[in-house]
């Protein structure tokens, strides 16, 4: 595990070469708000950085409900049970095996790795603009239909799970990257992905913090070019779509 530290933001990394995947301990004066719960075997390293910061963590908040961001979820809750976990009512949804589409959303297929024996449910559902401590929660559609992202409001400090990735070069979830095609994947709607890259940027923040890859400073110019990146890649699809009907 490597741990990257910067203003109130502690980077976890796990399998920082091959897979590399991030949880976050955001510090506030009295505690850690753990974001994302990496690895099935990630509780240990993530117990002790913990402890080496010398703060106890007093929320699990979840991006969404991919296997690679809940898997020491159960562990964690195990030896933290008075510790509340959050995650969107929508990707709970997800985690009871319910991968339906609401009326208003896109009908693409839900995908990527949704774990299906996961014990721990979230105490507390996340809503867009939630306050968590010094974080505002995003609603951030696109990658999972209920992902969120958190903005620290102290420092514009953005944890924004998987609707942009770094690794493998940044991209708005949905665009692949072929060193890193992962995320893109996994991913459920390019379309809303894309409408959700535009908001986070909007919200200018002066560090990226996403779920693979690592911490980006003054992103907002990467962010924009990611997002022309994307828009051309979508606007062509439309394209051949057009022609064809
Ligand atoms: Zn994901």
């Given at each position: 595990m490597r741990i990257r530290h910067k203003h109130s933001l502690y980077q976890l990394t796990f399998l920082p070469r091959f897979f590399p995947v991030n949880s976050y301990f955001v510090e506030e004066a009295d505690g850690l708000t753990l974001i994302d719960a990496a690895l099935p075997y990630s509780a240990k390293g993530i117990l002790r950085a913990a402890e080496h910061i010398g703060k106890p963590i007093s929320r699990i908040v979840l991006t969404h409900a991919h296997g690679d961001h809940l898997g020491a979820l159960d562990a964690l809750k195990l030896q933290l049970p008075h510790v509340p976990v959050y995650l969107s009512a929508r990707d709970v949804r997800l985690l009871d095996g319910d991968l339906s589409l609401d009326?208003?959303?896109?009908?693409?297929p839900i995908r990527g790795d949704i774990p299906k024996k996961l014990q721990t449910r979230p105490d507390v559902l996340l809503h867009d603009g939630d306050r968590l401590g010094s974080l505002l929660t995003v609603s951030a559609p696109?990658?999972?239909?209920g992902s969120m992202a958190f903005l620290d409001?102290?420092?514009?400090?953005?944890?924004a799970g998987d609707a942009?990735?770094?690794?493998g070069g940044i991209a708005v979830s949905g665009q692949l990257r072929i060193t890193f095609p992962f995320p893109a994947m996994a991913t459920w709607n390019a379309d809303r992905a894309l409408a959700t890259a535009r908001k986070l940027a909007d919200l200018q923040p002066t560090l990226l913090a996403v779920g693979h890859g690592s911490l980006l400073e003054q992103p907002t110019a990467a962010m924009e070019q990611a997002i022309r990146t994307a828009q051309a890649a979508i606007g062509g699809k439309e394209h051949v779509t057009s022609n064809r009907s």
């Open positions: 009326a208003d959303e896109p009908g693409t696109g990658h999972t239909p409001t102290r420092n514009q400090t953005l944890i942009f990735q770094l690794r």
